[in-house]
């Protein structure tokens, strides 16, 4: 057996009064002074200097979710376990999500083994390996994990000391899951912190073992929209969520074939220096409705006392649903990386006219710029822009109501007003 080192990923020399990082020492005497009765500190001993260093230069520090700093381009998986006491049986969850559409469901159970499992570790466990797997089974290069248990993370990456039976199998079937090519990215989130998809899966496992659950995701959708892949995926959330079903938008495949009409049409973004003119994504939607609220009250400067946080959930679930399924088109200009200007076009049918046989109407809504980035032209090129890309859409007609500030933007392009329109308001 070859002579030890000590390696010291964080201790404090109080001789110096200085703190101890990244340090190799030869004995464990050396080793004592800096980390005996130091709170937190981090030191491992080897028989290799090599794996000693390997050591130091591993982060152990795991990403976290609030940090926003984990890639946001690829398939997102967030995994969970429970434990039911009088059964010894385990359960595990993932949900898959993609660019916050939940793509995946699955949760089982298992029992428990005192040998081999620590309670409902062993689900979490079990979930991050098969979180891995379906990652892999759909082709993808790179996938974060999303747990609240850091030890998926610590295990996986062999940071942490395997001494239960269960994380010895779980390291082995990563680092081969890994040796593949896939890019696992580990990404620490609270639980029951009220974030949607880990709540989703925690309460997927409790369903699994019967254990009640504080009905978040039914709370949510009471309010607030899901969107999901798939019809298989709907039927597991209403498994836990029975009174939500009206607010999972499915992208079910008559939405996917409109998106794909849609796509015939794509536009191609305009950028010029630091200006950028594009298509919104659900990914905006929180910009729109900044934009909107913000055009309303421009407007409606009178208003007083209004909701305007239950108008805002209104136009969240308004903009979900209608910029998923092709109904609606925003256009937007982004000046620094900062979205400055909008316009919206909505488009739906009515009785089909002598003039206009497939009934096909648009509406032109929301043509809206931050007041300091007025008069620079953004108005005039995204009305061409969008009333473009409305024609080669098929669509023969848009109308729109313009303000009095409006009115010439649009009578410049060829709108013209047209009398005879009448209005009815329900009391």
């Not at 710029?369 to 969008?386: D, M, Q, W």
Request: net charge neutral.
């Amino acid at each position: 057996m070859g002579k030890k080192v000590y390696a010291i990923k964080e201790g404090f020399n109080s001789n110096t009064n200085e703190k101890i990082k990244d340090k190799l020492v030869d004995s464990w005497a050396e080793c004592l002074k800096y980390v005996k009765g130091v709170k937190g500190a981090k030191y491992k001993s080897f028989e290799d200097v090599n794996e000693a260093k390997r050591f130091l230069t591993d982060s152990g520090d795991v990403l976290k979710k609030e940090d926003n700093n984990y890639p946001e381009d690829c398939l997102h998986i967030y995994v969970d376990g429970s434990y039911n006491d009088a059964s010894e049986e385990y359960s595990y969850g993932i949900v898959a999500v993609l660019k916050d559409v939940v793509l995946y469901i699955e949760s089982g159970v298992g029992k428990s083994d005192s040998t081999k499992n620590i309670r409902q570790i062993a689900g979490e466990l079990e979930a991050a390996v098969k979180g891995c797997q379906y990652a892999l089974s759909k082709g993808e290069k790179k996938v974060v994990i999303f747990h609240d248990y850091v030890g998926i993370c610590y295990h996986a990456t062999g940071f942490w000391d395997r001494k239960e039976e269960s994380s010895k199998e779980y390291y082995k079937k990563m680092q081969e899951l890994m040796l593949t090519g896939i890019e696992v990215i580990f990404v620490k989130v609270d639980s029951h912190t009220g974030d949607l998809f880990n709540e989703l899966v925690d309460e997927k496992c409790k369903e699994k073992l019967s254990i009640q659950s504080d009905k978040t995701i039914e709370k949510w959708l009471l309010k607030k929209t899901i969107t999901v892949g798939s019809e298989d995926v709907k039927q597991e959330i209403l498994k836990i969520a029975p009174n939500g079903e009206k607010n999972i938008i499915v992208l079910d495949s008559d939405i996917k074939k409109n998106k794909d009409e849609i796509k015939a049409y794509e536009f191609n973004e305009i950028v010029t220096g630091t200006t950028r003119i594009r298509i919104a994504t659900i990914d905006d939607i929180d910009s729109l409705v900044k934009l909107r609220i913000r055009l309303l009250k421009e407007a409606n400067s009178n208003i007083e006392n209004y909701d305007w946080n239950k108008y805002s959930d209104a136009l969240k679930v308004f903009y979900s649903d209608s910029l998923i399924d092709g109904k609606v088109i925003a256009f937007l200009v982004e000046q620094n990386g900062n979205i400055v200007a909008t316009s919206i076009i909505c488009f739906y049918n009515i009785t089909p006219l002598l003039y206009n046989l497939d009934g096909k109407m648009a509406l032109l809504t929301d043509m809206y710029t931050i007041p300091e980035y007025r008069n620079k032209g953004f108005a005039t090129t995204l009305l061409s822009n969008i009333m473009e890309h409305t024609k080669k859409m098929g669509y023969l007609k848009v109308v729109l109501n313009a303000t009095d500030a409006g009115r010439k933007l649009y009578e410049k392009y060829g709108f013209k007003v047209v009398a005879g329109e009448m209005s009815y308001k329900f009391k």
